[in-house]
């Protein structure tokens, strides 16, 4: 099939907009299947830093971005990055499903209220996304296709806002407009997709957070609200999972986590400062510091299996430049057990990595530029030692490296992948 399902494999923030942009080039559509907001894909492109929450970055390239059912819609923020696209040349007519999810501002709220309520907090954005599902799956969620219709937007108002017992007063006028603005981009997202695949079409579908992070198959509580996994790209878009076609993981070639929840190859001190501030690990969203870490092979490993990879793209190599020593968690130890993944591991709090050290790489912009236009051999050779060890420790092969934030500074390893 000539589509790609291009996931995040760690917490999320490993540079999936950049790679679903780079993929995205040419492609006919660009798919977002799960999450809302909450989601903040970055594309650097021509000098400007271009930040999608809801449309999917690949929709810089001019593939025709699609909004499917699995996702929750922020209005407001829709049309915020639609004019977004305008000012850069794209007139995108995006495609909305009528049976996506839509965050009212009382979600935003409940997702501040439930934070303190829980104690521990979780991390969320705060975007309402989470509370927006909870409501889809009692069966009283808005959608997408409501909002042209003002008796049943405000019944569904109505019932919404009594049952959190909240005021939705301001909802109405807001979101009745919006939807009559955006009534002309609204359908039926499997009949469009199907007919696009099966004409030789390519569509790229862009995940959004990390396999980590997956409601049931991530480190629970400490997960987000959705499914965002390869397999989510069926449900979450209409398109039958047979149409799918190379899974891309995408993974930082060091870890990072934002919010609470266990984080087995956490670093602090001056190095994780270093590592912080020049990979700018600050959140798109929320700008909140990132926590971050060296890489963890047990934890791939499960993302890889979850997702069935096809193939990796390792970002941010380039923040790792400098660095004398750079290590890699090859298995855990947990009560006197070793673990090779994280898979069947309940309780990764007392999970200890046990670690192999790599020779860093002293490179800078330079150094990188000449990568990019040299290739794969011109990356430096402890780099590419690094890089292999990877692959061999995950049994999948790399088919693009990034090494600098704007498009431009990457590095495809074989013709066949770019
Ligand atoms: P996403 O949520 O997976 O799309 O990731 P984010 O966009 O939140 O975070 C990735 C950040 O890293 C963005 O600011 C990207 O522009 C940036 N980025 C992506 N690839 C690279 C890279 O190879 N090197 C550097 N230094 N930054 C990168």
Redesign the pocket.
Known sequence: MNSSVVV?LQW???????V?YLLSRGADAVVRFQGGAN??????LDGR?L?FNILP?GSASGARPVIGAGCIVDVERLEGELSMLQSIGVQARPLISRFAGVVLSLHKDLDGSLEALRGKAIGTTRMGIGPAYADKCLRIGLRVGDLSRKAVLAEKLRLIGKFHNLPTGEDFERLSEAGGRLAQFVGDTTSYLVGLLKGGGRVVFEG?Q?ALLDLDYGTYPYVTSSHTLAGAASIGSGVPHTMLGDVVG?MKAYTTRVGGGPFPTEIDGGLAEIIRS???EY??TTGRPRRVGWLDIPALRYACMLNGVSWLAV?????LSNIDEVKVCVRYLCDGVEYESLAGLEDLSGARPVYEVFKGWRADASEWSEAVKGGWDMLPSNAREYLGFVEKMLGVGIGLV????PVG??VFKEDRYA
């Open positions: 995040g999320g923030d490993e540079g999936k907009g950049k679903s989601a903040g894909h970055t594309v650097v830093r930040k970055a959004a990390g995408v020049s990979g700018a959140g798109t970002t941010k190599l380039d923040v990034s090494v600098g934030e500074y990457e």
